[in-house]
């Protein structure tokens, strides 16, 4: 595991280190479940302050078990680095006003609560906006504000609703969700691009707006040349298992021993191929020369190519292929393809936070030279920022409130 930073003496009295270029931004992260949090923490990463405000219970995947580590749920842990928790009832006028008093004095708000939910808090964006004129205010949804307002937003029902399951499986099998929450990370890619470039315009205006994002929007958009095939080409893309519709050899094949995924994506690439399995001629085959044909008789050739990968084993043609510089891959497990990144040194697995309480995680993937990420705080237990949080809104006489002496902070009359 590798540590990107160790403590130093610039931080932030939340913790944070100094030198992210999202330092001294404050975010209030009223996002839940997946793709707000995972925006967040994307956000935190880069430097930013993130006070994550949950309901009496706490984020719905602190209870998303198994995996967990000692009692933590690892869904919980995946996205909720170097935030500080506190615990808000918002049907509580005192919690009310905590929260509303964080929304004032927040650079960015994330919400991904149902169309209006927020307007009987006073936290919708009009409401916010009337006493903080330059937040960035992202809200997530499920199917946008306007027709499909009210319908639950889970990627489950995305997926199904989009196309994507229609599309994932064999001819001969029903459809599949992905392994993955996909559009629910998408939807939270979008938001971090929405909310910096909303920074970027108020840093050169100087003014906030409000950031939308859907999640079937994100979906239609991420599916990319599938919805492109019907938008553009009047075709309704179908289930091909693990080909693809436009380019061929480009799926696992079978060899001597296990499988190996070939992926040829141009005529130059296949002369290489047939060249490396020893059937030269092929490359050169009225039915395979160009690429359009290769997909076209796509039944043809598969059968010629298995007959010369049986040779060898998927270890071996990988070894070769990969001489020869062309693309391909074993299948594997997670934790194979962790320790596949970590031999090719891209250090997959971090350190979040110091000390004894430090634990591993996975690494963001954005790399800067200048301004790197870091993993300053382990994801928080439930309230347990919840002194730091109002110290620095300024309430009683808490004891933590000398740390914000001299620090610079968002006011409401800044607004």
Not at 310 to 335: G, N, V, Y
């Amino acid at each position: 595991m590798d540590s990107q930073h160790s403590a130093t003496p610039e931080t932030s009295a939340f913790g944070r280190s100094a030198g992210g270029p999202l330092s001294g931004i404050v975010i209030a992260d009223f996002g839940r479940v997946l793709a707000g949090p995972y925006c967040t923490m994307l956000l935190a990463d880069l430097g930013a302050t993130v006070i994550k405000i949950e309901s009496p219970a706490g984020d719905e995947t602190r209870a998303w078990k198994p995996p967990t580590r000692g009692d933590d749920s690892t869904y919980f842990l995946s996205i909720n680095r170097n935030k500080t928790s506190i615990k808000l009832d918002l049907r509580d006028p005192d919690d009310r006003r905590t929260a509303q008093r964080i929304a004032e004095r927040a650079d960015v708000l994330v919400e991904n609560f149902k169309p209006g939910d927020l307007v009987r808090y006073g936290l919708d964006y009009d409401t916010v906006a009337a006493t903080n004129k330059d937040v960035v205010y992202a809200s997530i949804t499920g199917f946008g504000t306007a027709g499909g307002a009210q319908l639950p937003g889970y990627d489950l029902l995305i997926q199904a609703l989009s196309g994507l399951m229609d599309l994932t499986g064999a001819p001969d099998t029903g459809p599949f969700r992905s392994g993955v929450a996909v559009f629910d990370v998408i939807t939270g890619l979008h938001a971090c691009i929405g909310i910096l470039a909303a920074l970027r315009h108020r840093d050169r205006i100087g003014e906030g707006q409000l950031v939308e994002m859907n999640l079937m929007s994100s979906a239609l958009s991420g599916m990319v040349n599938q919805t492109a095939a019907v938008v553009l080409g009047g075709t309704v893309p179908v289930r091909l298992g693990n080909e693809h519709p436009s380019i061929y050899p480009y799926e696992p094949f079978d060899t001597g021993d296990g499988k190996l995924v070939i992926a040829i994506g141009n005529d130059s690439q296949f002369r290489t191929l047939c060249a490396a399995i020893g059937r030269p001629a092929l490359a050169t085959d009225p039915r395979f020369e160009k690429a359009p044909l290769r997909s076209a008789n796509r039944t043809e050739l598969r059968p010629l190519l298995v007959e010369c990968l049986s040779a060898r084993t998927a270890s071996e043609w990988f070894d070769i292929f990969t001489e020869a510089k062309l693309p391909c891959a074993p299948i594997q497990d997670l934790r194979a393809g962790i320790e596949f990144a970590e031999r090719i040194g891209l250090e997959p697995v971090v350190t979040v936070g110091h000390g004894e309480s430090a634990q591993p995680g996975v690494r963001n993937p954005i790399r800067l030279s200048k301004t790197p990420v870091s993993y300053d705080l382990t994801p928080p237990d439930l309230d347990s920022g919840a002194e730091l949080v109002r110290a620095w809104l300024g309430d009683g006489d808490n004891q933590l409130a000398g740390v914000f002496a001299g620090t610079p902070t968002r006011s409401p009359e800044e607004h």
